[in-house]
T-cell receptor, first 116, second 111 residues
């Protein structure tokens, strides 16, 4: 496989459930990201990991817990979510810091999460 | 602060029509600029990019020129196809791991 792969593609969970989203990148990149895409809202950056260390957390509620065990894998652990957390969750990776000239982010296909 | 503003959609065109999607940005210095495309049910794909003033990014018949004087990065295509129907996002990269997106513009192309 190549690129950025996210599993599952679709997830329906109750508010009391615990689930995890998985992201894997096969590009040899050093940085990985979680974004949230809600209807009629711009993409929101949730977490950034660089060299497996979390470097940014954009005031995300604690019911979202990221984990980056190595440079190829990124998880988003979910617990006690709310219906308003229903969205498309996108994982991305980049070779180096996005502020460096021309560095681009590569996105996975996303996980469509529905909280019932 | 840094921000990106895109024209609101949806944009509806007939096949072979000319496309322009406007994008303006606010940022200090010289950010890198990008257009990403999202096809139905998919994630985002990089369409094109530009890293300095007067650079022109191009791909698949799409073009955008980095205009520092007007802080713009408008997306254009001379002849759209039905397969171009998607949501298009303008974005800038500035600072440490910051990729800031516009709200997205939905394009619908009819035969």
């Amino acid at each position: 496989e190549t690129g950025v792969t996210q599993t599952p593609r679709h997830l329906v969970m109750g508010m009391t459930n615990k689930k995890s989203l998985k992201c894997e990148q096969h590009l040899g990149h050093n940085a990985m990201y979680w974004y949230k895409q809600s209807a009629k809202k711009p993409l929101e950056l949730m977490f950034v990991y660089s060299l497996e260390e979390r470097v940014e957390n954009n005031s995300v509620p604690s019911r979202f817990s990221p984990e980056c065990p190595n440079s190829s894998h990124l998880f988003l652990h979910l617990h006690t979510l709310q219906p308003e957390d229903s969205a498309l969750y996108l994982c991305a990776s980049s070779q180096t810091f996005l502020g460096r000239k021309g560095t681009e982010a590569f996105f996975g296909q996303g996980t469509r999460l529905t909280v019932v | 602060g840094n921000s990106v503003t895109q024209m609101e959609g949806p944009v509806t065109l007939s096949e072979e029509a000319f496309l322009t999607i406007n994008c303006t940005y606010t940022a200090t210095g010289y950010p890198s600029l990008f257009w990403y495309v999202q096809y139905p049910g998919e994630g985002l794909q990089l369409l094109l990019k530009a890293t300095k003033a007067d650079d022109k990014g191009s791909n698949k018949g799409f073009e955008a020129t980095y205009r520092k004087e007007t802080t713009s990065f408008h997306l254009e295509k001379g002849s759209v196809q039905v397969s171009d129907s998607a949501v298009y996002f303008c974005a800038l990269a500035r600072g440490y791991n910051k990729l800031i997106f516009g709200a997205g513009t939905r394009l619908a192309v009819h035969p």
